[in-house]
């Protein structure tokens, strides 16, 4: 009788235990996390190197046909980079005379990737946290102007990043089409994917269309870029058109973040 | 309790390991595995399974977003499922040497 009393006793500690941890998890996660951080962006370094070798190995066949392609897109944007200086040079000196500068841009902080959440993929955890300012909601974008996600949860010296594709999440973005911008609401779901949603049924969506954010919800500066159209789904029996999205960060090669403190 | 603190490293490393290395390869759940294994190969009548599923949950819940507690239970209750099955209807006679 009494061993099983003595079990009860230890269980019912056990859980109160638990409960008790939950009102200073904040603390205790920043806590295991502080002391990890060193070997995990060891352990995170190995295994971007050893896992880029055997992608390597793997893809050195295809080398040669990405590298040709690659070569020709560096011609395109070479070009396209000399359109847009001159288009931006136009643009400050019609700034200039109407005497509207353009605003500073975003206050940035740099984060690296700590690590990713065990279960959801769709989760990171990086450097900084509330010592540096950092909030909930606050956007996370890559060192190109990617968007990868929000500030989820702050701790001491960390901050859990839901990435775009988390499932349920979702903000307003548009895809610019010349003088017309088609707006629509891009929706996470879940494993690193997103859609698009909520777009008129007249609006002409292509694949490759780029999408970026918008600033009407609030959630994200305008301009910022998402990633591109992979696949259209129209129905008339849906009062919106729907399509498929790649996202442009990429997963495995998320190191150093910025986190938007300010726009 | 020898055996406790080794198993407390034990998932602290598997942990980082997965958090860190293991994310650019594959998602598979080390902790998850190694917890039924430990439960599938202990003898009956020991307990070291069920306390592994209580060290392994808890750093499943340090290292994902939820709140501390939940993989905990479910590993748990895991286990328990496990040691009932085997306990009830499956024999393997390496492993439960009979007295």
Known sequence: ?263 | MKKIITSLLFFYILALFQTSFLVHFSALNLILISIFFFNLFEKSEENFGLISALIGGFFLDIFSERAIGFYILILFLLSLFIKLILRRYIRIPIFNISK
Not at chain 1, 135 to 155: F, Q
Not at chain 1, 189 to 201: M, P, R, S
């Open chain 1, 1 to 263: 009788m009494r061993p099983k009393r003595g079990k009860i006793v230890i269980a019912i500690f056990g859980i109160l235990f638990v409960v008790f941890l939950n009102f200073f998890q904040d603390e205790v996660k920043n806590f295991f996390y502080s002391i990890s951080l060193p070997f995990q962006k060891v352990l995170f370094k190995t295994g971007d190197n050893v896992s880029d070798f055997f992608k390597s190995v793997i893809k050195i066949k295809d080398l040669k046909i990405e590298n040709e392609e690659l070569n020709r897109k560096i011609q395109e944007a070479l070009g396209e980079n000399v359109r847009l200086r001159e288009i931006e040079q136009e643009n400050r000196t019609l700034r200039k005379a109407l005497n509207a500068l353009p605003k500073n841009d975003f206050e940035l902080f740099i984060s690296h990737t700590a690590s990713r959440d065990i279960i959801n993929p769709d989760s990171i955890l990086v450097t900084g946290g509330l010592e540096n300012g950092i909030l909930k909601g606050m956007p996370v974008i890559t060192p190109e102007r990617i968007l990868v996600g929000r500030v989820n949860s702050v701790y001491k010296n960390f901050s859990e990043v839901s990435l775009i594709s988390q499932k349920d999440f979702s903000f307003d973005v548009k895809i610019s089409e010349g003088e017309n911008s088609i707006y629509g609401l891009a929706e996470g779901k879940g494993n690193l994917g997103l859609y698009l949603d909520k777009v008129l049924l007249n609006a002409e969506l292509k694949e490759k269309d780029l999408i970026i954010t918008s600033s009407l919800g609030g959630i994200f500066p305008e301009g910022i870029l998402v990633g591109e159209i992979r696949k259209v789904k129209k129905s008339d029996l849906k009062p919106f058109q729907q399509a498929e999205v790649s996202p442009y960060f990429d997963i495995k090669e998320l190191e150093t973040l910025f986190i938007i403190t300010r726009w």
